[in-house]
Antibody, heavy 120, light 107 residues
């Protein structure tokens, strides 16, 4: 069974840091681009970042560039999102998803999400 | 950034109804366009990709059409499990952007 399981979400103060993880199983992780998408409470979906198969090509939306870092460990079948200088507007459920955010074919498998709350 | 505008924002319909949801892009995006279905408390699921191609696992009562700036999601003969929020997405240019969502509710 194809499965993505996020973890690492927490309550953090503005300016703080957090590292999200996404554990993958059921498919050959190293063959797929991977993405992070977030959803603020009661709001729509927002692209965050994505990464190519070997980790040497990364894309970030402007609102997180310079603060967030996407990475992956193909040996561990894991995707990560390092988040620094967190702001209240980063509060959201963060989903990892299989595929390239910018690809014609969409994101075809999603995790259940992990909640990040930025508040003092 | 390309703006994606869905209409309506919410829609009430009955089981068995045919419904249509539209999404308009602020500039032409060819068919670099996807639809996602999201149920409360759940992750989104890819429903339609490349404007008209049905993702495996979804029944044929779902269909997508359009190209350029105007796109349509049609659900024929609504079933109870179809009540959800639907989001459109463009992947033509960066940043990839989503519509605000259309909440399909039971009448």
């Amino acid at each position: 069974e194809v499965q993505l399981v996020e973890s690492g979400g927490d309550l953090v103060r503005p300016g703080g840091s957090l590292r999200l993880s996404c554990a993958v199983s059921g498919f050959t992780f190293s063959r797929y681009w991977m993405s992070w998408v977030r959803q603020a409470p009661g709001k729509g979906l927002e692209s965050v970042a994505n990464i190519n198969t070997d980790g040497n090509e990364k894309y970030y939306v402007a609102s997180v560039e310079g603060r967030f870092t996407i990475s992956r460990d193909n040996a561990q079948n894991s995707l990560y999102l390092e988040m620094n200088s967190l702001r209240a507007e980063d509060t959201a459920v963060y989903y990892c998803a299989r595929g390239d955010l910018r690809n014609y074919n969409g994101l075809d498998v999603w995790g259940q999400g992990t909640t990040v709350t930025v508040s003092s | 950034d390309i703006q994606m505008t869905q209409s309506p924002s919410s829609l009430s319909a009955s089981v068995g109804d045919r419904v249509t949801i539209t999404c308009r892009a602020s500039q032409g995006i060819s068919d670099y366009f996807n639809w996602y279905q999201q149920k409360p408390g759940k992750a989104p699921r890819l429903l339609i990709f490349a404007a008209s191609r049905l993702q495996s696992g979804f029944p044929s009562r779902f269909s997508g059409s359009g190209s350029g700036t105007d796109f349509t999601l049609t659900i024929t003969s609504l079933q109870p499990e179809d009540f959800a929020t639907y989001f459109c997405q463009q992947t033509f240019t960066t940043p990839p952007t989503f519509g605000q969502g259309t909440k399909l509710e039971i009448k």
